[in-house]
T-cell receptor, first 110, second 111 residues
Framework: DTGVSQNPRHKITKRGQNVTFRCDPI?????LYWYRQTLGQGPEFLTY????????KSRLLSDRFSAERPKGSFSTLEIQRTEQGDSAMYLC????????FGPGTRLTVT | EDKVVQSPLSLVVHEGDTVTLNCSYE??????LLWYKQEKKAPTFLFML????IEKKSGRLSSILDKKELFSILNITATQTGDSAVYLC???????????FGPGTRLSVLP
């Protein structure tokens, strides 16, 4: 039982293709985060939204990555011209006392 | 650069043992430290610590923060095989809106 749903849960794509992930809050969450986790590492912060405003972006978020949160509801994360190094679990999260993660989208770039 | 270090990186124990996992941090504008348990899915939130010396406890798990020495520990008593997981800690940075994670400690509890 999580506070957000993420789609798709798994995505396999070829290098150079564009992909888009979606995060839908189940209840209202003012602060929505995107993190990325690669095998054997802890999650890495990518970006976060306060309602519809994108307030912070990590240096990890190259110009191939873009995130939106129109109307402060669902959020999307797009990766253009995917590279094999983009293969990871992409986690949407919300903030209450701590940070709570959704189920994630596992991306494999072949 | 802000960083979080965890030790040990992996640990193998037998059921019934008590374990202590360590987390040290070097971040700007520290506000809180988080602990998570991760099995074969997204990390699950365990504790948030903001004040030194105040123990947080949930069943057999407990955690404490030392803001002077910049570290936290997570204790698990009477371990069970279901405690096998990666335990992550994360420190707030730059005012507290995002968090930097450590690499995790992989705990294996043998029957």
């Amino acid at each position: 039982d999580t506070g957000v749903s993420q789609n798709p849960r798994h995505k396999i794509t070829k290098r150079g293709q564009n992909v888009t992930f979606r995060c839908d809050p189940i209840s209202e969450h003012n602060r929505l985060y995107w993190y990325r986790q690669t095998l054997g590492q802890g999650p890495e912060f990518l970006t976060y939204f306060q309602n519809e405003a994108q307030l912070e972006k990590s240096r990890l978020l190259s110009d191939r990555f873009s995130a939106e949160r129109p109307k402060g509801s669902f959020s999307t994360l797009e990766i253009q011209r995917t590279e094999q190094g983009d293969s990871a679990m992409y986690l949407c999260a919300w903030r209450e006392q701590g940070i709570y993660f959704g189920p994630g989208t596992r991306l494999t770039v072949t | 650069e802000d960083k979080v270090v965890q030790s040990p990186l992996s640990l193998v124990v037998h059921e019934g043992d008590t374990v202590t996992l360590n987390c040290s941090y070097e971040v700007t504008n520290f506000r809180s430290l988080l602990w998570y348990k991760q099995e074969k899915k997204a990390p699950t939130f365990l504790f948030m610590l903001t004040s030194s010396g105040i123990e947080k406890k949930s069943g057999r798990l407990s955690s404490i923060l030392d803001k002077k020495e910049l570290f936290s520990i997570l204790n698990i008593t009477a371990t069970q095989t279901g405690d096998s997981a990666v335990y992550l800690c994360a420190s707030s940075q730059g005012g507290g809106q995002n968090f930097v994670f450590g690499p995790g400690t992989r705990l294996s509890v043998l029957p």
